[in-house]
Structures are given as structure tokens and as C-alpha cells.
């Protein structure tokens, strides 16, 4: 089991194909990440999508890449936001992905 990922760091990729089972735990974690009073939260998007760019070149069909890359460029701009999580949704074989897609164009369509 390892994290994958240079941004939104993940294990589901490194537990597909394994024999695990997945439960639900009761917990809570306390994240800082998205607090403005700990984080600079435009620095903190542009950073990410420095990452997720050389994530991109590495892995260009990689959509979860591309749903994450869409989110956070939303802010900077919708246009290309629109046009990653579109692919996203057209092209994913992977469902989960595909609604989350859907989410963040609703989510960016809503604030025009």
C-alpha cells in the first residue's frame, strides 16, 4: 500500500488489484490545508497546478489527474476548467470519477 501522487495524495490506485478489504472507520481528521487562517489558498492552487501539470505530462490520459487539474484551475479559469472535467466526463471508464466531473461543472456553471 503506497500514496500515489504529487498533489491530492491517494492509496486507492496502490489497492486496486490486491485482496483488501475496505471498511468504514468512525473517525474525524483535523485538515489545515484549506483554512485560509493556516494557507494562502491562490498560492496554494497555483502550486497545486504546477504539480498536477508535470503529473499531466508524465501521464496525459490520467483523468483523475485531469479531474483534480480542472477543479483547481476553475479559479483561475473556467473556461479550461470546463474543457479538462468535460473530458473527464466524456472519456473516463471510470464512474466515480465521471460523477465528480459532473459535480464541479455544475459547481462552475452555477457561479456564472
Known sequence: ?????LVHENIGESLK????????????????????????????KKRNLLLLE????KEPNNYITKLYYGREVAILDTAVALEYLND??????????????????HLIKDKK
Open 17 to 44: 488489484g490486491r485482496n483488501f478489504q475496505r471498511f468504514k472507520l468512525d473517525i474525524s481528521l483535523i485538515r489545515d490545508g484549506y483554512n485560509p487562517n493556516y494557507v494562502n489558498q491562490l498560492e496554494k
Open 88 to 105: 473527464v466526463l466524456l472519456n473516463s471508464q471510470d464512474l466515480e470519477i465521471k460523477e465528480k466531473a459532473k459535480e464541479y461543472i
Open 54 to 57: 508535470k503529473m499531466l505530462e
Open 1 to 5: 500500500m503506497e500514496f500515489t501522487g
